[in-house]
């Protein structure tokens, strides 16, 4: 069976922590992507990356960077946590290639940020 | 670039009867296009998509969808809902050329009632 793994379901910081999310995929996808949802607003893309070390900006990437030194592990970093990046963040990863695009989603880690 | 517009937030709608959730997409180029369902506490999986072909989409758990390119639409229908439907349901788009971004909708929160 499919998986992405995200490390985290629920984690609580304080204002200015450093926040770590980790997320790992068994099915040897060149994509993965971080987005984040609000409700009301949907799924915003974060970052995403076709390759190691290959990185891309989505919609939303002020106060985030990212990490893939390995194919099937894709980190989100934020640096210093503020309020409004209390939020749900799910993964996904995917193949590329025409007639493709599906997403494989992970259980998303909610974060709160006192 | 491309967009979705999904015109109900939510949906609610008694055991048994049929359903339709509404989607628009706007692009300048052909598109890939996809429903999510997320219930609650979990990411999101694919419930069908249209990449070519048939306009007519059958998917999981007896839902299906309707590709309409002069009205740039993808509704989502079942002819009769049970309790465990109840979730947010995700119209995402893709562009035929592009193999990273799927631009998601504000989602419809569906809520069946017996």
């Known amino acids: 069976d499919v998986k992405v793994t995200q490390s985290s379901r629920y984690l609580v910081k304080r204002t200015g922590e450093k926040v770590f999310l980790e997320c790992v995929q068994d099915m040897d996808h060149e994509n993965m992507f971080w987005y984040r949802q609000d409700p009301g607003l949907g799924l915003r893309l974060i970052y995403f990356s076709y390759d190691v070390k290959m990185k891309e900006k989505g919609d939303i990437p002020e106060g985030y960077s990212v990490s893939r030194e390995k194919k099937e592990r894709f980190s989100l970093i934020l640096e210093s946590a503020s309020t409004n990046q209390t939020s749900m963040y799910l993964c996904?990863?995917?193949?590329?290639?025409?007639?493709?695009?599906?997403?494989?989603f992970g259980e998303g880690s909610r974060l709160t940020v006192l | 670039a491309q967009s979705v517009t999904q015109l109900d937030s939510q949906v609610p709608v008694f055991e048994e009867a049929p359903v339709e959730l509404r989607c628009n997409y706007s692009?300048?180029?052909?598109?890939?296009l996809f429903w999510y369902v997320q219930y609650p506490n979990q990411g999101l999986q694919l419930l069908l998509k249209y990449l070519s072909g048939s306009t007519l989409v059958k998917g999981i758990n007896g839902f299906e969808a309707e590709f309409n390119k002069s009205q740039t639409s993808f509704h989502l229908r079942k002819p009769s809902v049970h309790i465990s439907d109840t979730a947010e349901y995700f119209c995402?788009?893709?562009?035929?050329?592009?193999?990273?971004?799927?631009?998601f909708g504000t989602g419809t929160r569906l809520q069946v009632f017996p």
């Open positions: 995402a788009v893709r562009a035929f050329y592009n193999t990273d971004k799927l631009i």
């Open positions: 692009s300048s180029v052909s598109v890939y």
């Open positions: 996904a990863s995917s193949t590329s290639g025409p007639n493709t695009g599906e997403l494989f």
